[in-house]
């Protein structure tokens, strides 16, 4: 990797004093063994990214270091000086901030409210909301948002701008360290480079920042220095610029990652799905698309281009205003999930912690949710030995890392959550999948596993349709790709096709694919899909 900046100060982060020391953290919950004997350094002015696997050891390390957690052995050190552990107020005394993934904001108050909350700007005990207007606005523009936002709500933000708040939030308090989890996981592309932008200023400040991300193609625009954690250890810690974004996976993972595409041949047979003119007024238009048994087809588009919105009107959830549906030939009225269920159809929705998992539940319940009737005896009570039957199949058909059907999901990692989320999808062997982002905020090696389960599905039969933000992941899982932009599929292509001219059709440049170009259609020439 090379990084996209260069710095004024010839000094490097090798060359620049240490902040933040950490030295044999070792952690335990019950049984499972976090963090083992992991030391970590930290230079001021450096942008250091923590990358692992879920479950590697990440986050138990910043909860540690943000003062959320005690470690159970090990020291940590500020300036040279012991840091007390086990207490949030030590580490903001210290200046340490953190911006967890999930918002910590309070959705009733403003955004104002949300920043200062616990440190307002007083005078005379009377606290200054014009003073702490003013200091917002600017705290806002610095991380790309508009100085209306101020005054408004959180619980009114969309999920992307709660995140950018949290992060003006943490700017406010200036800190001396700053940890972000996850930053740019629901950020535009502009959102992620003026969040990028804010990063580098502070950096720039001598602000030392710990960047904890699963877009493994970013540490070359904003770090300077990589740590690896695999199983609680700590296996790498190199300069940015002397690895590849393969190089981090395949130490993350602990093997060779397998970046080829997979060679199928489809069926030619009637499709399992078949959508002509299909439109939502003022959402998507003239949607076509052709889904056959044993094929993976995927819709790709950039954030708001619509490609979201087409899965959701096919599994009846905001369903259609015009055109036709046809599953296995007959058309069909899809008007409620419940229509796309009893026409074989299934769907995996984008947000897991919102939309997908029970996390106080057991991972037994969480597959037999949605299938109760086929569980149960007689219709009346669950039979709660099938049930953890079925779950303990899934366990060892798809590798959910748990010790069996009795674990709760809330203690699993992001990659096996989501794995859950696709068991109980495949219980009843649906004929027609609908993945929205599968492997959205999971690491290499899951992305790397669900992918494969993927693949099997269509080898065993099952029409697949993918709708996925993440190009590579199009390119490595699909057989063909229909480029979706505002509301529209503007292009379609077939296993190989270009990176490039997948981006560039997305982004509205044209090209190789384009629906009404007949003579280049589907001919893009192959390219090399690196890891995620």
């Known amino acids: 990797m090379t990084t996209a900046d260069t710095r004024s100060d010839p000094s490097t982060p090798a060359t620049l004093p240490s902040v933040l020391r950490l030295t044999g953290i070792d952690k335990r919950y019950g049984g499972v063994h976090a963090l083992r004997g992991v030391d970590f350094e930290l230079a001021r002015g450096e942008v250091h990214a923590l990358v692992g696997e879920n479950g590697a050891g990440k986050s138990t390390l910043i909860k540690i270091v943000s003062g959320a957690e005690s470690p159970d052995a090990g020291e940590i050190e500020i300036d040279g000086q012991a840091l007390p552990t086990g207490s949030t107020t030590s580490a903001l005394s210290a200046g340490i901030a953190t911006v967890y993934q999930e918002s910590q904001l309070f959705g009733e108050l403003t955004v104002a409210e949300n920043v200062f909350i616990g440190r307002e700007l007083r ?6 909301r014009g003073r702490q207007h003013e200091a917002v606005v600017k705290l806002l523009e610095r991380v790309g948002l508009d100085a209306a936002v101020a005054d408004v709500r959180v619980a009114d933000l ?13 700017f406010a308090s200036e800190p001396r360290i700053l940890i972000l989890d996850e930053p740019s996981a629901i950020l535009t ?22 960047y904890i991300s699963h877009r493994l193609d970013e540490l070359a625009q904003i770090t300077d220095r990589v740590t690896v954690l695999r199983d609680g250890r700590v296996v790498a810690s190199r300069p940015t610029r002397e690895l590849t974004v393969r190089a981090v996976a395949e130490l993350m993972v602990g093997h060779t990652l397998e970046t080829d595409q997979v060679r199928r041949t489809v069926p030619d047979v009637e499709p399992a799905l078949a959508v ?7 959402v998507f238009a003239d949607v076509e698309l052709a889904l056959r048994p044993g094929e993976v087809v995927a819709l790709y588009g950039l954030i708001g281009s619509g490609a979201a919105s087409i899965a959701r009107a096919l599994y009846g959830i905001d369903p259609a205003d015009s055109g036709i549906i ?12 419940a229509d796309a269920v009893r026409h074989g159809m299934t769907m995996l929705p984008a947000n897991r912690k919102v939309q997908g998992v029970f996390s106080s539940k057991s991972i037994a319940f969480n597959i ?3 299938h109760l009737r086929l569980l149960s005896r007689g219709g009346l009570w669950v039979d709660r030995g099938r049930e953890r039957s079925v779950a303990r ?11 069996g059907p009795a674990t709760l999901v809330g203690n699993l990692s992001g990659g096996n959550q989501q794995k859950v989320v696709l068991a109980r999808q495949l219980v009843e062997r649906p004929h027609i999948l609908l993945l929205e982002e599968p492997t959205q905020g999971v690491d290499v090696g899951a992305k790397d596993e669900i992918h ?3 693949v099997e599905l269509a080898d065993a039969g099952s029409a697949v349709l993918v709708v996925s933000s993440d190009l590579p992941e199009v390119l490595q899982v699909a057989d063909r790709v229909l480029v979706v932009r505002a509301g529209r599929i503007v292009a379609a292509f077939d296993r190989g096709a270009r990176q490039a001219d997948v981006l560039a059709a997305a982004a509205g440049d044209g090209g190789p694919g384009t629906v009404d170009d007949s003579s280049t259609a589907n001919t893009a020439s192959t390219t090399e899909v690196t890891a995620p």
């Open 189 to 210: 592309d502009r959102e992620i480079d003026t969040l990028f932008e804010a990063v580098r200023r502070m950096r720039d400040s001598g602000v030392a920042v710990i």
């Open 368 to 370: 037999s949710s949605a």
């Open 276 to 282: 002509t003119s299909l439109g939502r007024r003022g």
């Open 393 to 403: 199949d899934f366990i060892k058909r798809i590798a959910i890392k748990a010790p």
């Open 158 to 170: 969309s999920v992307a701008e709660q995140q950018l708040v949290s992060i003006a939030k943490a």
């Open 326 to 337: 046809r599953i296995n030939g007959q058309e069909v009225n899809l008007r409620s999930p």
């Open 452 to 454: 494969r389960i993927i």
């Open 123 to 128: 005078r005379a005990g009377i606290v200054e």
